[in-house]
């Protein structure tokens, strides 16, 4: 079966043309586009078996993997046998004729078999398929085995020496996995401790250096690799402050003029940059007049305060005069920032802006990384061709329009006289006052007093029928409402009671107009007497 692979990629023309052929012709499978789970475990120890082999033969003839079996005459767009076979396999998997994570296994394979040389020509061909590995479909039953692979590459690459490529694979991890990817994250915000920077303890000998300040300078990369453990330990908090009142206090001594930024060329240095600094004691005075090491220091102060100031975290362990001591000295560092050349007014507002950006993604670790990426909207064909338009409703909204043409249909409609009959107030009221009978067993929150429409259907009724009963409403709620005839005696004896102030107080107000109408008859009457 493997000879009958070998010679398939051996073969020209695209594996689309011949890729799910020679599968039907090696595995013979039960259906005839995609394999079962046994025989596409069957298909994966074949197909790791050959590209075994064809690694092993490629290191003995001392080729490139990559290139292996790609003749001298070929053109440079040809491919060597390797790369085939994985555009093969690629090919079933992104058609789902096989398993999709098998792609991601060969890789990994290919990897842990290769040197560090080859695994960069291995990687580049990852990066030329990333689109494809990052599809839906292959990116679930894979991104677990992907990030494993790169993990290990990872590891087995020096820091110092191997920068660019350790930066491609991070970069391609970057994209390779969604954004809210909680393993990319580092969701418990965990400090690199193991990244110590390394530095003299005893002074050298016959070197005009303040090695105290030296020592002073370089011991504040203790604290810069480990913030939180300041925010526990006052005695730390308070060395770090009096170690870095030290150097703040030389950098403001000791400033640097427009010439110097100038001789400081940051854009030729960022050619040959290196993820540390020197810690020599015999260039403590070069690195005092390089603006791009005071800004480094500078700004490993702003993100250790930054982290320091996040609410949340350490509310409880900051005190009050800890809080006043990292907005003082966060003063000072911007100062300092500022008028280190070049541009520095540039520099220190690129900074607060990329800092005030980090608390975004700061409340966003802390929310749970919840996933923001929006599913793109399908968009709907009309077959017509024709644009489709909103509906426009001719009164207004689709309920108006159809009872509208409703009664166009129906001329005799509006003119029925059972569409305008009022109910009386006794059969209105009547399925409220059974949910008023405890005999009923009615739950409460299934009443028609719950109902709003219903309420206020019924007191409209009232006010025109039964403006004695409406007048209960104030006192009893809509339950007073209800025709005293309807309700049980039990229940009729609640709204039976004493009258209410109000209307005592009316037929007080009545008497006492009778008595006045009782006096202006008198008077008249007496004085009508005398006239006579």
């Given at each position: 079966m493997m000879e009958a692979f070998r010679r398939a990629i051996l073969q020209p023309g695209l594996p689309e043309t011949f890729a799910l052929k020679i599968v039907q012709e090696v595995i013979k499978p039960q259906k005839q586009t995609k394999l079962?789970?046994?025989?596409?475990?069957?298909?994966?120890?074949?197909?790791?078996?050959?590209?075994?082999?064809?690694?092993?033969?490629?290191?003995?003839?001392?080729?490139?993997?990559?290139?292996?079996?790609?003749?001298i005459d070929d053109e440079?767009?040809?491919?060597?046998?390797?790369?085939?076979?994985?555009?093969?396999?690629?090919y079933l998997c992104e058609k789902e004729h096989v398993e999709g994570g098998m792609i991601f296994q060969l890789l990994e394979d290919l990897t842990e078999m290769s040197t560090m040389r080859n695994c960069?020509?291995?990687?580049?061909?990852?990066?030329?398929?990333?689109?494809?590995?990052?599809?839906?479909?292959?990116?679930?039953?894979?991104?677990?085995?992907?990030?494993?692979?790169?993990?290990?590459?990872?590891?087995?690459?020096?820091?110092?020496?191997?920068?660019?490529?350790?930066?491609?694979?991070?970069?391609?991890?970057?994209?390779?996995?969604?954004?809210?990817?909680?393993?990319?994250v580092n969701i418990k915000g965990v400090f690199n401790t193991s990244n110590e920077t390394k530095y003299e303890k005893d002074p050298p000998e016959g070197i005009s250096v303040d090695f105290n300040f030296y020592k002073t300078l370089w011991s504040l990369?203790?604290?810069?690799?480990?913030?939180?453990?300041?925010?526990?330990?006052?005695?730390?908090?308070?060395?770090?402050?009096?170690?870095?009142?030290?150097?703040?206090?030389?950098?403001?001594?000791?400033?640097?003029?427009?010439?110097?930024?100038?001789?400081?060329?940051?854009?030729e240095e960022a050619t040959t940059f290196n993820i540390k600094y020197l810690t020599s004691s015999k260039l403590m005075g070069l690195e005092l007049k390089d603006p791009s090491f005071r800004r480094h220091i500078l700004l490993q102060c702003l993100i250790l305060f930054d982290y320091l100031k996040a609410p949340g975290k350490n509310d409880k362990d900051s005190s009050e005069s800890m809080k006043e001591e990292i907005k003082s000295c966060e003063d000072r560092v911007k100062k300092l920032l500022e008028v280190t050349p070049p541009k520095g007014k540039d520099f220190l507002h690129s900074i607060e802006h990329i800092l005030e950006r980090e608390k975004n993604w700061v409340w966003w670790k802390r929310d749970g990384?919840?996933?923001?990426?929006?599913?793109?909207?399908?968009?709907?064909?009309?077959?017509?061709?024709?644009?489709?338009?909103?509906?426009?409703?001719?009164?207004?909204?689709?309920?108006?329009?159809?009872?509208?043409?409703?009664?166009?249909?129906?001329?005799n409609a509006l003119t029925d006289p059972q569409r305008v009959r009022t109910p009386a107030i006794s059969d209105y009221w009547k399925p409220l006052a059974e949910d008023m009978d405890d005999s009923a067993g009615i739950e409460a929150e299934y009443?028609?007093?719950?109902?709003?429409?219903?309420?206020?259907?019924?007191?409209?009724?009232?006010?025109?029928?039964?403006?004695?009963?409406?007048?209960?409403?104030?006192?009893?709620?809509?339950?007073?409402?209800?025709?005293?005839?309807?309700?049980?005696?039990?229940?009729?004896?609640?709204?039976?009671?004493?009258?209410?102030?109000?209307?005592k107080r009316a037929k007080k107000e009545e008497t006492k107009s009778a008595l006045h109408q009782v006096e202006e008859s008198q008077t008249t009457w007496y004085v009508q007497r005398k006239l006579q």
């Open positions: 079962a789970q046994d025989e596409n475990q069957l298909l994966e120890n074949m197909l790791r078996s050959l590209l075994q082999e064809l690694v092993s033969s490629a290191v003995q003839s001392g080729e490139e993997i990559m290139q292996y079996g790609k003749s440079d767009e040809t491919q060597g046998v390797i790369p085939r076979l994985l555009d093969v396999v690629l960069k020509d291995i990687f580049r061909y990852i990066e030329s398929k990333q689109d494809i590995l990052g599809k839906q479909e292959l990116f679930a039953r894979g991104k677990l085995v992907m990030l494993r692979t790169c993990n290990q590459l990872l590891r087995r690459l020096s820091k110092a020496n191997d920068v660019i490529f350790c930066g491609r694979i991070l970069m391609f991890l970057a994209h390779f996995f969604p954004l809210s990817e909680r393993s990319a990369q203790d604290y810069f690799c480990n913030p939180a453990s300041l925010s526990t330990s006052p005695v730390k908090w308070q060395k770090f402050t009096s170690s870095l009142m030290v150097v703040l206090n030389t950098f403001e001594a000791q400033p640097l003029s427009e010439e110097e930024g100038a001789d400081n060329n940051l854009e990384c919840p996933p923001f990426e929006k599913q793109p909207v399908e968009k709907k064909t009309v077959n017509d061709g024709a644009k489709k338009r909103r509906p426009r409703w001719r009164l207004g909204n689709k309920e108006l329009s159809q009872l509208w043409k409703w009664a166009d249909q129906n001329p009443h028609h007093k719950n109902k709003k429409v219903y309420c206020w259907k019924g007191l409209r009724f009232s006010a025109r029928q039964d403006l004695e009963g409406f007048s209960k409403f104030t006192e009893h709620g809509i339950e007073g409402v209800v025709p005293l005839e309807l309700l049980p005696s039990e229940v009729r004896s609640k709204f039976q009671g004493k009258p209410s102030d109000r209307s």
